[in-house]
């Protein structure tokens, strides 16, 4: 399947063999495009290459593509995702020793569970409101006034499969830094989920840091809240992912 993806470099130095953060979008049903966008510039800004893709079961690219993510969490739609970044190295762009994953809501899920399915091949992982276990997700969509559970069909009902391609109960697998950042008024993505992401990893003995941000949603509406989350993740990213070139 072809994947389609914008690439953003820093501004100055050479394109090749940079550090590199792929950066898969939220949704999942939505898409990246050649809008600006602020999280993608500054990265770049402090001498990353930036990856967004839209991954099977991104939107804007017809019906049949959509429906291709169907309960695909944590298996294709992940592979698209890794494939991104094999083909940033194959064609020189990448150094393959130095590639994180960050993202937000779906994307967070994808950081976090791209440090689990390929622990080998990231360096970190920020996960920003994002899911990290999915079997709570969907039986808290459930509800006993319907029958229909459009997160059930988005991602599927099997509990025992949902449990496998939950974060949370994988954190013994996880061998990379893990920043989480979580609003405490998100109303998408629960807070639980960054709690459990948090409790898991420390029991684990895992490297995690994690930031409860007060009065904030799940879209870091508030200014303050937001420069602090941007801050955060530069100092995560110096100490996890140094850039060697001065900018």
Partial sequence: MLIEAYLTTPKTGPKKNLPTLMFPHGGPMARDSRAFDYWAQFYASRGYAVLQMNFRGSTGQGFEFRNSGLK?????????????????????????????????????????????KTPDRYKCAISINGVSNVRDLVI???????????????????????????????????????????????????IKH???????????????????????????SNETNRIAAFKAMDVFLKKNLPVEQSL
């Fill in 194 to 220: 960054s709690h459990q992401m948090r409790d898991t990893l420390e029991k684990a003995g895992k490297n995690v840091a994690f930031i409860e941000q007060p009065n904030e949603d799940h879209y870091l």
């Fill in 140 to 190: 808290d969509n459930r509800a006993f006034w319907r029958s229909y559970n459009i997160v059930e069909e988005m991602i599927g009902n099997d509990l025992q499969e949902l449990k496998a391609i939950s974060p949370a109960y994988r954190a013994t697998e996880i061998n990379d830094p893990a920043l989480l950042i979580h609003g405490e008024l998100d109303r998408q993505v629960d």
């Fill in 72 to 116: 695909k969490w944590g298996k294709e739609m992940q592979d698209d995702i890794e494939d991104g970044a094999l083909a940033l190295i194959e064609i020189g762009i990448t150094d393959p020793d130095k590639v994180c994953i960050v993202g937000a809501s779906y994307g967070g899920y994808a950081a976090l569970m791209g440090v689990t």
